[in-house]
Nanobody, 121 residues
Framework: QVQLVESGGGLVQPGGSLSLSCATS????????MGWYRQAPGKQRELVAG????????NYADSVKGRFTISRDNAKNAVYLQMNSLKPEDTAVYYC??????????????WGQGTQVTVSS
């Protein structure tokens, strides 16, 4: 059974930092490109950062470029997102998943519970 467990979210003031972690189970994640996604209230889920299976290539949405850093440790089955210079518009539930997202046999996307990030003074 594959699992995705995100953690590290919280309430932070604008300009602050947070570090998110994603624990994965299932060998599929170790050999796959991974990503961090977020979904703000009333908006569609979006990919904000991606990383190749070996970790050598990363890419970012323009809105977070220069502020967020994605990394992974395949030995620990973990993916991380370091978020600096946070802005109120970064407020969202953050999820990690394969990139593109994992799907079941009915082609439905599978997601963890996510972790809430709130940026507010």
């Amino acid at each position: 059974q594959v699992q995705l467990v995100e953690s590290g979210g919280g309430l932070v003031q604008p300009g602050g930092s947070l570090s998110l972690s994603c624990a994965t189970s299932g060998s599929i994640f170790r050999i796959s490109a991974m990503g961090w996604y977020r979904q703000a209230p009333g908006k569609q889920r979006e990919l904000v950062a991606g990383i190749s299976s070996g970790g050598g290539t990363t890419n970012y949405a323009d809105s977070v470029k220069g502020r967020f850093t994605i990394s992974r440790d395949n030995a620990k089955n973990a993916v991380y997102l370091q978020m600096n210079s946070l802005k109120p518009e970064d407020t969202a539930v953050y999820y990690c998943n394969k990139n593109p997202p994992l799907r079941d046999l009915a082609f439905k996307e599978l997601w963890g519970q996510g972790t809430q990030v709130t940026v507010s003074s």
